[in-house]
């Protein structure tokens, strides 16, 4: 399936049935009075966030969406029925804004959040509601309204815990597929990966996160050149990047530092919040320099890189390494899960211990 990230839909709620203005006349009732019922609501749009959905495709080609009008009220006080409403399914991490004002509406960030794009129109008033001692055989009724229309412009961002990062063919796809159930497209050549991938890392039965695959970035990706520029947006909810580098690469010219410092810059370049992310420096290929070279290779490298955060080295294809990081990234995980919540719950606390203070104070007052 064609990944697509971006899409412009309008939606056109339905209008509301006009009330009706009917006399009641049947037999041997000479004075029936009015019976004009109410018209009907016009059918909404709704968008529902689906977590079974990764693309919004749908959307690229299917972009006008019009809901059904309620119908007209009929007389013997009928209401009219109301128009079927429209839900559009859309992928986790979707966030939909209004074309014209650039604003941000929604952002489903939560599986079955069901938000109101566009609301039906009222359905007008019959005759019947009119009527009163003075104003025995009403006339008066009310036309139904128009439904809401909107222009949107849907833009996803995918919704991972760890991002992984680096330039093309540093072996992000195999390491996923490595670690998860992602199987995504792998080969010995750059840029295999079109678009991002989303797997699933269990540890264990009860415990697992999201990791992405992201395109790999060339020099020169903030500014559009390569792949990687139309995906970095898929990084900005990662909580770790993980940066892979390709510790052997084929065309020995190539410098990894080089290569690793140029990946820093798009991403200062892009959004200078994102390339403060906690970022872990990953050495892959390990199975390609001979056990006696390795760490030296390893410590070479991190000395010209100068870098003093994480490092793992290892290897995706055989696997070597690679389950001591997925449990050093869920134990970070489960700790900036933890650290997100504790605030709430000290301010809970420091207020009960203010409240005890006061309390004691005003009883040595007495």
């Not at 809901?67 to 029925?81: L, V």
């Not at 892979?244 to 990946?263: C, M, R, S, W």
């Not at 810059?265 to 970022?279: G, I, M, T, V």
Request: charged residues 25%; hydrophobic residues 40%.
């Amino acid at each position: 399936m064609k990944f697509i990230d971006e899409a412009t839909i309008e939606v056109l709620a339905g209008k509301g049935g006009n009330g009706s203005a009917s006399m009641r006349r049947e037999k041997f009732i000479p004075k029936g009075g009015p019976d004009g019922g109410d018209g009907g609501q016009g059918g909404s749009i709704w968008a529902v966030a689906d977590r079974n959905i990764n693309t919004l495709i749908d959307y690229r080609f299917s972009r006008k969406h019009i809901a059904k009008n309620g119908e007209n009220g009929r007389g013997a006080q009928q209401y009219g029925a109301a128009g079927q409403s429209i839900e559009l399914k859309m992928p986790l991490g979707t966030m939909i804004f209004d074309a014209q004002s650039n604003q941000l509406l929604f952002d489903l960030s939560q599986h079955g959040e069901r938000v109101l794009l566009a609301a039906g129109g009222a359905g007008g008033i019959g005759n019947v509601h009119f009527k009163s001692s003075v104003n025995r055989a009403p006339r008066q009724f009310t036309f139904g309204k128009e439904g809401e229309r909107r222009i949107l412009r849907l833009e996803l961002k995918v919704l991972a815990d760890v991002g992984l990062l680096g330039m093309p063919n540093a072996g992000k796809s195999t390491l996923i597929s490595a670690v998860s159930n992602a199987r995504p497209k792998i080969a010995d050549y750059p840029f295999t990966t079109l678009h991002p991938n989303l797997g699933v890392v269990r540890i264990g039965t009860e415990k697992s996160f999201v990791i992405a695959d992201i395109p790999g970035l060339i020099e020169g990706a903030a500014e559009g050149a390569g792949l990687g520029h139309q995906f970095l947006r898929h990084l900005q909810r990662t909580r770790i990047l993980l940066h892979l580098v390709d510790l052997a690469p084929f065309d020995e010219t190539i410098d990894p530092v080089k290569e690793a410092k140029a990946i820093v810059k798009e991403l200062e370049k892009y959004d200078p919040q994102l390339a403060q992310k906690p970022r872990w420096l990953v050495l892959n290929k390990l199975d390609m320099i001979a056990q006696t070279e390795r760490e030296k290779r390893v410590k070479d490298f991190v000395k010209r890189y100068k870098w003093k955060g994480p490092v793992f080295s290892i290897s995706a294809l055989s696997r070597e390494g690679c389950e001591h990081l997925i449990l050093r990234l869920n134990e970070a995980l489960e700790q900036m899960r933890l650290e997100q919540y504790e605030p709430a719950f000290d301010a809970r606390f420091d207020r009960t211990a203010d409240e005890s203070a006061a309390t004691s104070s005003s009883n040595t007052k007495l």
